[in-house]
């Protein structure tokens, strides 16, 4: 079997051969806890055959946290535990931590949490609390990297047993790992360090000096020696150049170290090089007044290599933090960050005037889908960077997400027509000057609530504002979350509707106007409360839609009015056809081809039979997917009407380009013709447009002869509308048309 390179992930899934019988005390024991079988496999498969320190490799194996609290319970020598963080619970590794530390007593066993997820990372206190050795992203592991992070895990394990029967002060490196994780800088860590070596060594902390090569932040070509940290005579110099000690042995010593990394172990001091990252470290010089002892120079190597792996965890935890706290892209505080900072400012001063303002650029998802990635960046950048410029130094800007940005302050900073004002010249993006528009909903902030309160009360005044066209700003009322907890009471409801069967069909006939005949119905859903009252659709359909609740009862729709159809044509009405409205969302799932051909096998209706009508906002994700799918219905037999037609103008630059059949004339725009000249102008222009794409014309809302004359005058095929017949239940329809066959008959 070739080897893998250092760039191939050890989590694939190949087979591998790993004897895990041996009970030889000369092989490492490594426990891997994972819940994902396929995990195990790759670890085997990663260490198949392989030697550590001249030593092979037995694994244990567990899926969870209690299996890996047994098998340490019965295994002894277990040197490193590869622990997953999520398993059986989202706290299932750190329990596990907790045991091995606080209640199985092993503190010589190297930890190393893996996760799939780099969210999952744990906080700085967390390794602190749980004494966690390592961590890593399983993604990051290759077998290199693997091989190496064990090799460093199983020689500190080593020397720790190595040293175990003979120096006490081992239990004082064990200590300082818990501590020196969690310390925050470089330098705090460095003062850690030298304390813990006079501890070790049972000398005065007066010799001691820490030095790291520092980038000069106006030329990184260039970097120089400073002290970190010191005790004694030299602590004066902290963040003073190495230079400036006045004693050459020690300026040399760590001059030598740092610049070759390693230790330089003489016979009265000792210079220890502590790898921060491959390429960067610090280095401590220890003057001694008496002989080192070879067992403290044995003790100083094993502190070096332990302290090594915990000055790794530095850049983890500030990782972590700057994560947590800041948007690196844009260099802006984040969302976290901005709910901090008002909740701060409240509880200084909670009566100091301030304000939230929400901002979101204007368009910027079409911007973004039409120019591309880099293009949208950049737009975000420059967005920032005016902001920035713009707004006054006591203004506080965060980048909340995507293309919303948050500004705090007070008011007389903090307004609308401040805001506005950042953008009312071009900003320069890409070398060329554009005009940017925002939409801005502000909050004013008060005592008595939390900050993460007062984001989504400026969210909902955004949402108002971006509503109300681009480049608007909007003041927060309190109008706008009882309309929330309202939508979201209807939500709520709207999901026990659909358990308790309270959603239910209406059919409305659609007539030919040559002929006169009824050729189909329009399904239409209906909710009927507990208490008899009715929802009206046009408040129910779109908080479905929004939610996702539409997919399953679109679903439900079409097998229901599929089946009303076939029950019809029982009945003797065997030419009708049923027109089905489908949202947007459902037209937008990639199995959405599926679910209609499953619906008419199921309901044995013939294609030709089903309409599919859909609206405007189908083009809102791009035409192309909608394009293909309503091709393939359409090929199958199944007509495609768009409906309702003339409440959006702009849907006439891509009517020519969707698949259709029908043009159906929203009511309105029909209603209109008894009272509206112009009107009657657009009704008749997408009329006209409909017959030369070659569509048959649906007028929709026909209530009387008058407007009946009116729509045959301008052409259209078919109507609906009360002049005909309101909405009926299945049974209710059925009747109606066995009148109209005794009428026409």
């Known amino acids: 079997m070739n080897a893998l390179n250092d760039d191939d992930l050890v989590f694939v899934e190949d087979e591998a051969a790993q004897s895990e019988t041996g009970e030889d005390a000369g092989h490492w024991r490594i ?73 199985l007593k092993l503190a010589n066993c190297r930890i190393i949490l893996r996760t799939g997820q780099p969210g999952q990372a744990p906080e700085a206190e967390t390794i602190t609390r749980y004494d966690i050795n390592d961590y890593k992203t399983k993604s990051e592991l290759t077998q290199n990297k693997l091989f190496t992070t064990l090799t460093a895990a199983i020689r500190s394990y080593d020397q720790l047993l190595r040293l175990d029967a003979n120096r006490r002060g081992l239990e004082k490196i064990i200590a300082a790992s818990n501590q020196f994780i969690v310390e925050q800088g470089l330098q705090t860590f460095a003062e850690g360090v030298i304390t813990q070596i006079a501890g070790l060594m049972g000398i005065e902390p007066e010799g001691l000096v820490c030095a790291a090569v520092e980038d000069n932040p106006l030329d990184k070509s260039s970097s120089q020696l400073r002290i970190i940290a010191a005790a004694g005579q030299f602590r004066h110099l902290i963040q003073h150049r190495l230079n400036e000690i006045d004693d050459p042995r020690i300026v040399g010593a760590l001059t030598e170290a740092l610049e070759q990394r390693r230790n330089l172990i003489e016979s009265r001091n000792v210079t220890l090089y502590f790898a921060k990252t491959p390429e960067k470290g610090f ?27 915990c000055a790794k965890n530095i850049d983890l935890v500030a990782e972590l933090r700057s994560d947590a706290f800041f948007d690196r892209r844009l260099g802006l505080p984040n969302h976290t960050a901005l709910v901090g900072e008002i909740d701060q400012r409240l509880a200084m001063a909670p009566d100091a005037g301030s304000v939230l303002a929400l901002v979101d650029v204007d368009q910027f998802a079409s911007a973004n889908d039409w120019l591309g990635q880099d293009y949208g960046d950049a737009l975000l950048e420059a967005t920032a960077q005016r902001l920035r410029e713009r707004l006054p130094s006591e203004a506080f800007i965060a980048r909340r997400a995507g293309d919303g940005f948050a500004v705090v302050g007070p008011a007389r900073v903090v307004n609308g027509e401040h805001v506005q004002a950042c953008f009312r010249t071009p900003v320069a993006i890409e070398g060329v000057h554009q005009s940017v528009s925002i939409s801005v909903g502000i909050v004013p902030l008060a005592k008595g609530r939390s900050g993460i309160e007062y984001v989504k009360d400026g969210y909902l005044a955004l949402k108002r504002a971006k509503a109300a066209g681009q480049g608007q700003t909007m003041m927060f009322s309190e109008d706008f979350r009882r309309a929330a907890r309202e939508r979201a009471h209807l939500l709520h409801d709207l999901r026990l509707a659909t358990a308790r069967k309270q959603l239910f069909l209406t059919y409305q006939p659609q007539i030919d106007l040559k002929s006169g005949q009824i050729v189909g119905a329009e399904a239409l859903m209906r909710w009927r409360r507990e208490d008899g009252g009715l929802v009206p659709p046009d408040c129910f359909i779109p908080i479905a839609e929004h939610s996702g609740l539409i997919v399953g009862m679109g679903d439900w729709l079409l097998h229901t009015s599929l089946l009303a159809l076939q029950r019809s044509r029982a009945a003797g009405f065997p030419d009708l056809r049923m027109a089905v409205n489908i949202s947007p969302v459902q037209l937008r799932q990639p199995d959405f081809f599926e679910v209609v051909a499953e619906a008419l096998r199921q309901t044995q209706s013939h294609p030709a039979n089903l309409e599919l009508d859909i609206t405007a906002a189908v083009a809102g994700g791009g035409l192309e997917p909608v394009i293909a799918v309503l091709g393939r219905l359409r090929a199958m037999g199944v007509t495609v009407a768009f409906d309702p037609f003339g409440t959006d103008y702009s849907a006439l630059t891509y009517l020519d380009e969707l698949p259709a059949d029908r043009l159906k004339v929203d009511h309105r725009l029909v209603g209109a013709l008894e009272q509206d000249a112009r009107a009657a102008r657009a009704a008749r222009t997408f009329i006209a447009v409909g017959r030369e794409l070659g569509l048959k014309v649906v007028a929709k809302g026909v209530e009387n002869q008058n407007l009946l004359q009116r729509v045959i005058a301008l052409g259209c095929n078919e109507a609906q509308g009360y002049h005909y017949a309101s909405p009926m239940l299945e049974e209710e329809f059925v009747a109606w048309l066995a009148t109209q066959r005794r009428i026409h008959s």
């Not at 490799?57 to 622990?83: M, P, Q, Y």
């Not at 280095?283 to 044995?298: E, K, L, M, Y």
């Open 31 to 103: 426990l891997v806890v994972d819940d994902d079988p396929g995990v195990h496999e790759v670890t085997r498969f990663a260490l198949a055959n392989t030697l550590i320190l001249n030593r092979p490799v037995t694994l244990f194996h567990a899926s969870s946290g209690a299996e890996a609290v047994a098998l340490l319970r019965a295994k002894d020598n277990i040197a490193v535990v590869l622990l997953d963080v999520v398993m059986e619970s989202d706290d299932a590794g750190l329990r596990t931590v907790d045991i091995i530390r606080n209640e």
């Open 283 to 309: 280095a401590a010089f220890i003057d001694s007044a008496i002989p080192i002892r070879d067992v403290d120079q044995d003790l100083l190597e094993v502190f070096c290599t332990n302290i090594a792996l």
